[in-house]
């Protein structure tokens, strides 16, 4: 069926080496992806998106990468700092379709 | 400041009992949505409004009904709640379908 998809359900890093969140999507319709953060007793918050006319995106210390080949998307952070440490969920929205779907999340922790 | 305010944050209430959450943008957004957030399952859409008088069923509608009266409001009705819709409830918003979500803080809800 379709589905979102995460390949690991927490990463734990050091402080300051970088991290890489994977994620998987199955519907090749799916032409709009977002990456999201979710702190501890917050709503998800927007890092970053892409459109599928793109298969890279660079911000703010964060990269997303986006292999339509594959179906896959990942989001890079740089310098993994503390404060980095929350849920981060990947989200698709089907170009023939008006909602966006979310992936289970992964938990990212970052070791001082 | 631009955000979603959700109310209330944070309701346990009984079987059969109806309750309404309410949700207001103050962003001028046309989109807004209602997900439910369970562990392990991610967020999961329940409705969505691609503006005032449009409202459509996302994955898991049943049990819930919306309203969309006015552009800034988008409260979530659940006539008959029942233990299963005991869940953390997230309110969100965007300019447009295809743009960046704004969350509210979220809405934890307890049926005993």
């Known amino acids: 069926g379709e589905s979102v998809g995460l390949h690991l359900p927490t990463l734990s890093v050091q402080e300051g080496d970088n991290s890489i969140i994977n994620c998987a999507y199955s519907?090749?319709?799916?032409?709009?992806f977002i990456w999201y953060k979710q702190e501890s007793g917050k709503g998800p918050q927007f890092i970053i998106d892409i459109r599928s006319n793109m298969d890279k995106r660079q911000g703010q210390r964060v990269t997303v990468l986006l292999n339509k080949t594959v179906k896959h998307l990942s989001l890079q952070i740089a310098a993994t700092q503390p404060g980095d440490s929350a849920v981060y969920f990947c989200a698709e929205r089907r170009s023939n379709n008006n909602d966006m779907r979310f992936g289970a999340g992964t938990r990212l922790t970052v070791k001082p | 400041e631009a955000q979603v305010t959700q109310n209330p944050r944070y309701l346990i209430t009984v079987t059969g009992k109806k309750l309404t959450v309410t949700c207001s943008q103050n962003?001028?957004?046309?989109?807004m949505s209602w997900y439910r957030q369970d562990p392990g399952l991610g967020l999961r859409q329940i409705y969505y409004?691609?503006?005032?008088?449009?409202?459509d069923k996302g994955d898991v509608p049943e049990g819930y009904k919306v309203s969309r009266k006015e552009k800034r409001n988008f409260p979530l009705i659940l006539e008959s709640p029942s233990p299963n819709q005991t869940s953390l409830y997230f309110c969100?918003?965007?300019?447009?379908?295809?743009?960046?979500?704004?969350f509210g803080e979220g809405s934890r809800l307890t049926v005993l």
């Open positions: 962003m001028n957004h046309e989109y």
């Open positions: 409004s691609m503006n005032v008088e449009v409202t």
């Open positions: 519907n090749s319709a799916s032409d709009y």
């Open positions: 969100a918003s965007s300019l447009f379908v295809s743009g960046e979500l704004f």
